[in-house]
């Protein structure tokens, strides 16, 4: 078992920036690459970046490319999530997530093992 906790969301201004962190706990972190999701109310719950298991490797949908960067810290068995530039359309819940199966399909959802409860994230224009 793996247990992810979110933090960092919050509600900013067009053009802010915001870092979210997940924290995990339980198994050995690094046997896992991990993905960042969201979703808002009414849509399927989107890919937004994923990393591989040392962090050589960094995945972006297209929406985000440019303004994301997605991080770990194996030490610290924690993932960042770095927002810049932000627009409405980002708001939403935002889900960290471990994919133990390690597949290359980091942009399917159905691929991660465990997830975490989410973040708010809140963009004003």
């Known amino acids: 078992q793996v247990q992810l906790v979110e933090s960092g969301g919050g509600l900013v201004q067009a053009g802010d920036s915001l870092r979210l962190s997940c924290a995990a706990s339980g198994r050995t972190f690094s046997n896992y690459a991990m993905g960042w999701f969201r979703q808002v109310p009414g849509k399927e719950r989107e890919f937004v970046a994923a990393?591989?298991?040392?962090?050589?490797?960094?995945y972006y949908a297209d929406s985000v490319k440019g303004r994301f960067t997605m991080s770990r810290d194996n030490a610290k068995m924690t993932v960042y999530l770095q927002m810049n530039s932000l627009k409405p359309e980002d708001t939403a819940v935002y889900y960290c997530?471990?994919?133990?199966?390690?597949?290359?399909?980091?942009?399917?959802?159905?691929?991660?093992?465990?997830w975490g409860q989410g973040t708010q994230v809140t963009v004003s224009s």
């Open positions: 990393i591989s298991r040392w962090g050589t490797n960094t």
């Open positions: 997530a471990a994919d133990g199966k390690l597949r290359g399909f980091y942009w399917d959802r159905s691929e991660y093992d465990y």
